[in-house]
């Protein structure tokens, strides 16, 4: 459920707000235990979403660094030859 969950900070171009949404509805889907809630808990749910999203965007908008920006593709190939070890993919 959690592997969805991607490093957000310090990319070029900075995270989009559905990319910060889908980490939000990640976390909560992971701590409340549902994928889908029942509609008595739904208002619950998209409110804890809502509050997360705004905090993770705080979060990431008040972060220092001087590190240079990350390349997405560059991080994206990286993690492709990192998955295709861990289940070894071959290719070819």
């Known amino acids: 459920m959690c592997r969805n969950i ?3 900070y310090n990319f070029a171009p900075p995270a989009s707000e559905d990319e ?7 976390y909560v889907r992971k701590i409340s235990g549902f994928t889908k809630p029942s509609q008595a808990n739904e208002a619950a749910f998209e409110r804890a979403v809502a509050a997360v999203t ?3 965007r705080q979060l990431l908008d008040d ?4 590190a240079p920006p990350k390349d997405r ?4 190939a990286k993690a492709r030859a990192r998955a ?6 071959t290719t070819g």
């Open 6 to 8: 991607r490093t957000l």
């Open 20 to 26: 910060v949404r889908a980490a939000a509805l990640q």
């Open 54 to 56: 705004e905090v993770s």
């Open 63 to 66: 972060l220092v660094t001087t």
């Open 73 to 76: 593709e560059v991080e994206a």
């Open 84 to 89: 295709a070890v861990r289940y070894n993919v």
